[in-house]
């Protein structure tokens, strides 16, 4: 693979770095009226993430006789020990995406003591195909926007994207509800895993004007205890933390619209003061919400 290139396209940008060996960042923005084409030729040893932040890709295999598309807040993974799987991919208009490419060899090192907890890393599993989708959480939304979206000194350039990739990884291995509730016997019980789902439907739903913790656990039916032990089980995060992140992305997504003004995006995650959204947006993305709309 390129060790690094990037191509400027119309309407957009296509960046392919080599971070450290064995681990590779494509990120690619098609603001175009039309789609791109994007073709790389990576090796049977990698592992291949690949996320849609925005509008949708399509995915061609076997020479165009097999597609797969890709939606916005959606990701693929790919795994084939044995042939190399050559990234062959539609950027339609309007779409932004990131593809993390990991060696088999690196993934393993990274998680040597675990090896037994990502499925196709088992002695079982170890040569044989792996495809999943799974839907892009708000905390890995967060770090593929700042992935797309940094704007740093040349010499720090790898150094950031390194640990990105890193925390995105750890995001996306985070473990799934399934998972969990053989972890947690509280979260054996199917009501008590419905009520904590509840609790995430009422937050997002009122994130303008969010209850307590307090009201929430006695809004669901379940002890305080419950509740934020159940939570962090599901979702891989505390209640507010996790509202705090989607709101961020719901607020980037906004501002990437054009339709509204900062202090009006700000009004719509419940910020009632632009300052205080501001400061907020900057402690998610590293920059203000102004000049994430000019970059």
């Known amino acids: 693979m390129a060790l690094m290139s990037d191509k400027n396209v119309a309407g957009g940008s296509e960046k392919f770095i080599e971070i450290e060996e064995g681990i590779s960042i494509l990120s690619i923005k098609n603001d175009s009226d039309h789609e791109e084409c994007i073709t790389h030729n990576i090796s049977a040893d990698f592992i291949q993430f690949h ?3 925005k509008g949708e890709i399509k995915f061609n295999f076997n020479e165009g006789r097999y597609a797969l598309n890709i939606k ?11 042939r190399d799987l050559p990234i062959n991919l539609e950027a339609m208009s309007e779409s932004w995406s990131v593809s993390i490419l990991i060696s088999i060899k690196k993934l393993h090192t990274l998680f ?3 090896a037994n907890y990502i499925d196709f890393l088992t002695e079982d599993n170890r040569d044989k195909k792996f495809y999943k989708e799974v839907m892009v959480s708000p905390a890995m939304a967060v770090i593929l926007s700042q992935i797309l979206n940094f704007n740093l000194h040349p010499s720090v350039r790898k150094i950031y994207l390194k640990g ?3 925390e995105l990884i750890g995001l996306y291995f985070n473990r799934p509800a399934e998972a969990d509730i053989e972890q947690c016997p509280f979260l054996d019980d199917e009501d008590n895993v419905k009520k904590i789902k509840l609790a995430k439907t009422i937050i997002l739903q009122r994130m303008t004007e969010p209850p307590t913790l307090q009201e929430l656990s006695d809004e669901v039916g379940l002890s305080l205890k419950k509740l934020k032990e159940g939570f ?3 979702y891989g995060d505390t209640v507010f933390s996790f509202l705090f992140d989607y709101k961020m992305d719901y607020a980037r997504k906004l501002l990437e619209k054009g339709q509204h003004n900062v202090n009006e995006v700000g009004l719509s995650i419940g910020y009632s003061t632009a300052s ?3 400061s907020a947006f900057k402690k998610k993305f590293g920059t203000t919400p102004k000049k994430y709309i000019q970059g």
Do not use: M
């Open 232 to 234: 962090k089980e599901i």
């Open 72 to 82: 916005e807040d959606s990701s693929l993974l790919l795994y084939n020990p044995e």
């Open 51 to 53: 996320f849609c932040v």
């Open 164 to 166: 990105k990739a890193y």
């Open 276 to 278: 205080h959204f501001i």
């Open 112 to 114: 040597s003591a675990e």
